[in-house]
């Protein structure tokens, strides 16, 4: 399946932003779809996930009530709705698929990867 991820941008501390992950090529109902971030100098973390029905979701302890995860699978595509912004929020977020794990977290290693969207929170 292949990954566009979109919806980045600058916002303020305290803001929202809402992204958007379209995968195409292949059944998205077969994937778990999750969110990852990496900021400057850090490594890729794990942020949220969703299972296959979208009834399941999982959060980082650090986004845990600020973001919610959903996905429309008549629409192929996953969302990430992030408020209450914080600068430490900023970093390159990433799309991921998973057909292989029924879930996608800090301890798994997703199938597919999207390019990447530009999140910065300035204070």
């Known amino acids: 399946v292949q990954l566009q991820a979109s919806g980045g941008g600058l916002v303020q501390a305290g803001g929202s932003l809402r992204l958007s992950c379209a995968a195409s090529?292949?059944?998205?109902?077969?994937?778990?779809m999750g969110w990852f971030r990496q900021a400057p100098g850090k490594e890729r973390e794990f942020v949220a996930s969703?299972?296959?029905?979208?009834?399941?979701?999982y959060y980082s302890d650090s986004v845990k009530g600020r973001f919610t995860i959903s996905r429309d699978n008549a629409k192929n595509t996953v969302y990430l709705q992030m408020n209450s912004l914080k600068p430490e929020d900023t970093g390159v977020y990433y799309c991921?698929?998973?057909?292989?794990?029924?879930?996608?977290?800090?301890?798994?290693?997703?199938?597919?990867w999207g390019q990447g969207t530009q999140v910065t929170v300035s204070s």
């Open positions: 090529g292949r059944t998205f109902s077969n994937y778990v």
């Open positions: 991921a698929a998973d057909n292989r794990n029924y879930r996608i977290s800090a301890a798994t290693t997703p199938t597919n």
């Open positions: 969703v299972n296959w029905s979208g009834d399941r979701t």
